[in-house]
C-alpha cells in the first residue's frame, strides 16, 4: 500500500525560499492559519490555489528541474499514485517520461 503524500504548505515554502535566494521571484505565498484552515472550506480552497500558482510559476522558470529542492518535490510528486494538481502533472512528465499519460489513464479508470 502506497503511503500517501500531501503537498505542504512548508514543501512550496522551501521550493520559494530556494528561488528567492538565487535571485528569482515568485507569487507570493498564500495566508497561512491553521484556525482558518481547519474551520473554512473557502480558505483551504484559496490557499491551495495559491500554492498551485506557487508551483506552477516555479516549474515555469525552472522547466528542467535545475533547482534540486524542485527537482526533489516533483520527483517525489511524480513517484505518488495519487491526484496532483495540474503543475505536478506538467512536471511528472519532465521528471519521468510517459508519467503524464500514465496519470490520464489513471484518472479515466477510476
Not at 35 to 57: C, D, M, N
Not at 95 to 110: D, E, F, K, L
Request: hydrophobic share 45%.
Amino acid at each position: 500500500v502506497a503511503r500517501r503524500r500531501w503537498v505542504t504548505y512548508g514543501d512550496v515554502a522551501e521550493i520559494r525560499a530556494a528561488f528567492q535566494r538565487r535571485g528569482v521571484r515568485l507569487p507570493p505565498m498564500p495566508v497561512a492559519s491553521i484556525i482558518r484552515f481547519l474551520v473554512s472550506k473557502t480558505f483551504r480552497e484559496g490557499r491551495r490555489e495559491g500554492l498551485e500558482r506557487v508551483l506552477s510559476a516555479a516549474l515555469r522558470r525552472d522547466p528542467g528541474l535545475s533547482l534540486p529542492e524542485l527537482r526533489t518535490f516533483v520527483e517525489a510528486a511524480a513517484a505518488e499514485e495519487h491526484w496532483a494538481p495540474q503543475a505536478l502533472e506538467e512536471a511528472r512528465a519532465v521528471a519521468i517520461p510517459g508519467a503524464a499519460q500514465n496519470a490520464r489513464r489513471r484518472s479515466t479508470t477510476a
